[in-house]
């Protein structure tokens, strides 16, 4: 498919894996019932392994033209288990 726009892309991309209402609902009930503070290193594990995982399993999966688990398997045999990992 011909995106638009990078946003347009990375906005199909996101709400495919996720699902829009998880994004929304999950930390209004945190905050709804008293775990505000668990905001805090849910946004830090967001951006700093959630987000750069999923940049290098598109990436990755663009470059070979594969699927996950095809794509980490051909950079390296070893490599394999990110791909079931991506999988999940």
């Known amino acids: ?8 892309y990375i906005l199909a991309a996101v709400g ?3 699902g829009l209402g998880n994004i929304w609902r999950f930390p ?3 905050y709804r019932n008293g775990g505000g503070a668990f905001l805090i290193p849910y946004f830090i594990s967001l ?3 959630a987000v750069p ?10 470059g070979t033209g594969k699927s996950a688990l095809g ?3 051909e950079l390296s045999p070893r490599s394999q288990g990110l791909g079931f990992v991506c999988f999940c």
Do not use: D, I, N, P
């Not at 011909?2 to 946003?7: D, E």
């Open 1 to 8: 498919a011909v995106w638009s726009s990078r946003m347009t």
């Open 16 to 18: 495919s894996a996720v």
């Open 28 to 30: 209004y009930l945190c």
């Open 47 to 49: 951006f700093t392994l």
């Open 53 to 62: 995982a999923f940049m290098l399993e598109t990436s990755v999966g663009q």
């Open 71 to 73: 794509a980490f398997k």
